[in-house]
Structure formats: C-alpha cells, structure tokens
C-alpha cells in the first residue's frame, strides 16, 4: 500500500480520477495495527481494480479533519476524487471493507 501525506493526497486521491481506497490509520491504534495485513492481502486480490492507500492521521490531523475522519480505523472510498463512502471503528471489518469495495468495481 501508498503511503500518503499531506504534500501528495490531492494528486494521488481527489485530482487522480481513479477508484481509491484510503486507509486512515493512527500511531497508538491497535485495531488499525491489526486490519494492516488484511488490507494488503486485500490489496493483491483487487489488484488493478482499485488502488490502495494508507493514510497515517498522526502526521497530517488538518488533513484528517478536512477529510472528517472522526475515529480510527476509517477506510474510505474514492471515486473521481469524491468520497463515497466509509466503515469506521467497530464497522471497519474485513467482510465490510471487501463488500464494500465490490459495491464499486
């Protein structure tokens, strides 16, 4: 997974016009540390359908606000440089993310 900060989130995710998935991790959060290598095995089996990034609050908080992520985990969806939707906290499951995910490919 790309790594984003703040200097390349515009062009990597709201100019790119692509399918992307953003995952909005923090340095203290364990359940982020845990759905990390799902994310990646998830990453291998949409390759070419979606492109997958990550996304550490911890560095960037202005960011996160501007992109109202309120709580960690937060997998977003972006179409078009648009969010479309998101699974958050207790929600950001492996089945939820991959469902989701298909909703749009």
Known sequence: MTELNKDNFNEMVKD??????????????????????????????FTGKIKFFKFNTSSARRLAIQEKILGLPTISIYKDGA??????????????????IEKYI
């Open 16 to 45: 790119s016009g692509e399918l992307c998935l953003v995952d909005y991790y923090g340095d203290s959060c364990e359940p982020c540390k845990a759905l990390m290598p799902h994310l990646e095995a998830l990453e291998g089996e």
């Open 83 to 100: 969010k479309q939707e998101e699974v958050t906290k207790e929600d950001a499951t492996v089945e939820k993310i991959k469902a989701m």
